[in-house]
């Protein structure tokens, strides 16, 4: 089972990146991004339930990210707009085979897979 993450880069504040997270292996019932900046602790940023498609959002991206599947090619994108400095991190996809509960899906121990991570980094 492995989860890859890709499209991180670097782009000025106010630009748009899309990240991707490809899973191999097996199906996962959800699937998040999180992330982790520099000399902070890992933080969630979105969810998505594959059944019903139900979708969560940290506070801080909130009308700037959206989270979305592609059921054909097994994907989870995070579309990233308005990026600001303060999303400069690593981030992180997790799946997990069973879905969280709604309380739990920004808990990071719901998710039993990792991928490595992908750099985003904004300069202002």
């Known amino acids: 089972v492995q989860l890859q993450a890709s499209g991180g880069g670097m782009v000025q504040a106010g630009g748009s990146l899309r990240l991707s997270c490809a899973a191999s292996g097996r199906s996962f019932a959800g699937t998040a991004w999180f992330r982790r900046a520099p000399g902070k602790e890992r933080e969630f940023v979105a969810a998505l339930r594959w059944r019903g498609a139900s979708v969560y959002y940290a506070d801080s991206v909130k009308g700037r990210f959206t989270i979305s599947r592609d059921n054909a090619k097994n994907t989870v994108d995070l579309q990233m707009n308005s990026l600001k400095p303060e999303d400069t991190a690593v981030y992180y996809c997790?799946?997990?085979?069973?879905?969280?509960?709604?309380?739990?899906?920004?808990?990071?121990?719901?998710?039993?897979?990792w991928g490595a991570g992908t750099l985003v980094t904004v300069s202002s």
């Open positions: 997790a799946g997990s085979p069973t879905a969280p509960i709604t309380s739990a899906v920004r808990d990071p121990q719901q998710y039993e897979y």
